[in-house]
Nanobody, 124 residues
Framework: VQLQAFGGGLVQAGGSLRLSCTASGLTFSSYHMGWFRQAPGHEREFVAAITRSRHTYYADSVKGRFAISRDNAKATVYLQMDSLKPDDTAVYYC???????????????????WGQGTQVTVSS
C-alpha cells in the first residue's frame, strides 16, 4: 500500500492550494481517507476526512475554508484549501483506513496507512 501526497507549496495569505493524494495497492473505494497536518513543535492534528460513503468531517479551524473530496476512479483524495492563513503552515499528510470507527475518524491513531507529507507554507 502506498499513499503519495503532492500539491504543497508557498502561497500568500488569502490564497489557495489543492492537495492531492493518490493511493495504490488497495481497493481505494473501500477506504476512509483523511488529511492531517503537523507544524514544527506541534503534534500531528486532524484537518479533514471523507468516508467511503462520502460523508465529510472538518476541524473547526478549517471549516468553511477547506473542502475534502475523492475520486474513486483515480484512487485520489483531494484537499482544496482556500483563504489560507499563516497558521495553516505545516506538513500535510494523507491517511487511509478501511476499518476505523467513524466516531474516531479525527483520531490519527485510527489510520493504518500514511503518505509521505507535503509542505504548505503560507506567508503573511
Amino acid at each position: 500500500v502506498q499513499l503519495q501526497a503532492f500539491g504543497g507549496g508557498l502561497v500568500q495569505a488569502g490564497g489557495s492550494l489543492r492537495l492531492s493524494c493518490t493511493a495504490s495497492g488497495l481497493t481505494f473505494s473501500s477506504y476512509h481517507m483523511g488529511w492531517f497536518r503537523q507544524a514544527p513543535g506541534h503534534e500531528r492534528e486532524f484537518v479533514a476526512a471523507i468516508t467511503r460513503s462520502r460523508h465529510t468531517y472538518y476541524a473547526d479551524s478549517v471549516k468553511g475554508r477547506f473542502a475534502i473530496s475523492r475520486d474513486n476512479a483515480k484512487a485520489t483524495v483531494y484537499l482544496q484549501m482556500d483563504s489560507l492563513k499563516p497558521d495553516d503552515t505545516a506538513v500535510y499528510y494523507c491517511a487511509g483506513d478501511r476499518n476505523l470507527i467513524l466516531s474516531s475518524i479525527r483520531n490519527r491513531d485510527q489510520y493504518d496507512y500514511w503518505g509521505q507529507g507535503t509542505q504548505v507554507t503560507v506567508s503573511s
